[in-house]
């Protein structure tokens, strides 16, 4: 690894979950001083606002289920610029180590001999809890927490389902809108009560946010009331809601 900015190296830098104020110092001041960003699609458009004019952009979307950059092209691109002299700023939503292709592009990096360094983000279960008004972990009710991927390469993710069912039990779930009825019959089916609390948290931190509240019963239905990326946080329930839903009690 190397200093962020120095010439011929790449940064992947975590752009958070879209507002501009949840950006860290250190990834501001690398987008400040890049020659070339490659940015992820979901990066909001308050942060790439803050790219220099001078900048050149490259845009390295992907879409679960769409059209999508080939990894290969991503890597192809970060490489190339670096070797041609370039501060290279790799700029992807949320943190760049939580179902962020890090590990892949890494060993890109690695096996071109292109030094790098990750300026970690803030992830986008945490936007999303704070929107609810509820802590990741609380005294009492939950000591661990789950971050888990909805889907794979190879398809629905499978998972420790019967841990994921247990009364208190809170996950954050990625990219699950297209895996809502897969991942309530899987919970259901090793124990989890219908009434269990469910939040969809649509855009999280930006201007277009929405909550979706609702049950284990109803998540397929609440998942397809979502328009835009979401983070399905199975086990809390907004603040403001939280007494009118049942207590889930341990069987």
């Not at 890597?75 to 070797?83: F, K, Q, S, T």
């Amino acid at each position: 690894m190397t200093q962020p900015h120095a010439k011929s190296t790449v940064a992947l830098v975590g752009a958070g979950p879209g507002n501009p104020d949840l950006l860290t110092l250190g990834a501001l001041r690398a987008l400040q001083a890049a020659d070339v960003v490659v940015h992820d699609r979901l990066v909001g458009a308050a942060i790439l606002d803050l790219i220099p004019e001078t900048a050149r952009r490259i845009d390295a979307g992907k879409e679960g289920f769409g059209p999508s950059t080939p990894q290969a092209d991503i890597h192809a691109a970060m490489i190339d610029a670096a070797r041609a002299g370039a501060f290279v700023v790799r700029l992807k939503a949320g943190d760049p180590g939580i179902f962020g292709r890090l590990e892949e592009e890494l060993d890109a990096l690695d096996a071109a001999g292109i030094p790098w360094t990750i300026l970690p983000g803030l992830t986008a279960a945490s936007a999303a809890a704070a929107a609810l008004g509820q802590p990741l972990t609380a005294r009492g009710r939950n000591g661990a927490l789950t971050l888990l991927t909805a889907h794979d390469m190879q398809g629905f993710a499978d998972q420790d389902w019967r841990a994921l069912a247990r009364p208190g039990a809170v996950a954050a779930i990625y990219m699950g809108k297209a895996a809502a009825r897969f991942l309530q019959g899987r919970l259901m089916m090793h124990g989890a009560a219908p009434g269990t609390p469910v939040t969809l948290v649509e855009n999280a931190s930006r201007p277009e946010q929405r909550l979706h509240a609702a049950t284990l019963a109803t998540l397929p239905a609440a998942a397809a009331a979502c328009a835009g990326p979401a983070v399905i946080l199975c086990g809390l329930a907004p603040r403001a809601a939280r007494a009118a839903l049942p207590a889930i009690k341990e069987a």
